[in-house]
């Protein structure tokens, strides 16, 4: 009797290249959306994007939420609502800056929470390259070439949040693994960023080509690059993984230059190299932990 061939293995892309997607994946979201605010908002886009997201991720996930407890609760509503507030107030950034810087001041938030509360002089090294970073960027007065100040605020803001959106999806992954908890999470930022959304006159401006647009966003900045990196997080380890995301303002910049025709200064360049070095530093030098996943 024959043997009864065997199932061929499931094709997967190797781990450092599906985070390299990730990252192309996010940016080139960016960029696209950022071509939206005209006709969207900054808000409305936002809005869209996150939720749409959600409506993705609980039809993959298809969390039980009559079965959640009371913890549960208490911890994914807080993560939730930074999520979203994080998402918009990154939107709001892009409205003012180009997608290169926002992303650079944004790193700001999860290389804060790499290197607190450490002794080590490196780590300290790294908070300095990437203050320096940020000095650059900084809108001295005086400055010809001197960026929106709003739009910098903004991102570091979300920075701050991406910041808090690592800490609280830390205990959220203790009461609530899976990608449930996630999707749950983005149904709590969806109800954040749809009030501003709405107050930007997004039901009055939606047509089914604009959904359809922002379906694309939201595949490409979130559901797409979640795939990747969950995949990618099997078996790299948190130090390589770090290591990689740094090259995301990098990315952020050449997608902008690539797609809005955004060009930046050789000064905001090397704003941008300080962040991303000091990024990969922490990466390299921290000790073994969750890796920050972006939303």
């Not at 379906?215 to 790299?236: D, G």
């Not at 290591?243 to 902008?256: R, T, W, Y």
């Amino acid at each position: 009797m024959s043997e009864a061939p065997s199932a061929r293995p499931r094709w997967t892309l190797p781990p450092i290249p599906a985070v390299l997607l990730a990252v192309v994946s996010v940016q080139g979201g960016a960029a696209f959306a950022k071509e939206l605010f005209p006709v969207l908002g900054s808000a409305g886009t936002a809005g869209m994007r996150i939720g749409l997201s959600s409506l993705l991720l609980f039809a993959a996930f298809r969390p039980r939420l009559a079965q959640f407890t009371r913890a549960q609760w208490a911890a994914v509503i807080p993560y939730g609502v930074v999520l979203g507030t994080m998402n918009l107030s990154f939107y709001k950034a892009l409205e003012r800056i180009p997608l290169g810087l926002a992303v650079t001041l944004e790193f700001a938030g999860p290389l804060g929470v790499a290197v607190f509360g450490s002794r080590r002089a490196s780590d300290f090294l790294w908070v300095v390259l990437a203050a320096a970073g940020i000095a650059f960027i900084a809108p001295w007065r005086g400055d010809v070439g001197a960026v929106d100040s709003v739009g910098v605020l903004l991102a570091l803001f979300a920075g701050g949040c991406w910041a808090a959106y690592i800490v609280l999806g830390g205990r959220v992954a203790k009461v609530l693994p899976g990608g449930g908890s996630v999707a749950t999470g983005m149904l709590f930022g969806s109800l954040t960023v749809l009030p501003f959304s709405f107050a930007e006159g997004l039901a009055t401006r939606l047509t089914p080509s604009l959904v359809a647009a922002s379906l694309a966003v939201a595949l490409l900045s979130s559901a797409v690059p979640y795939t990747l990196e969950m995949s990618a997080l099997r078996v790299l380890s948190s130090r390589t993984f770090g290591i990689l995301m740094s090259l995301e303002p990098a990315v952020a910049a050449l997608a902008g230059w690539v797609f809005l025709r955004e060009q930046l200064t050789g000064t905001q360049w090397l704003a941008l190299v300080c962040v991303s070095a000091a990024s990969a530093g922490a990466a390299l030098t921290a000790r073994r932990g969750p890796p920050p996943v972006e939303a």
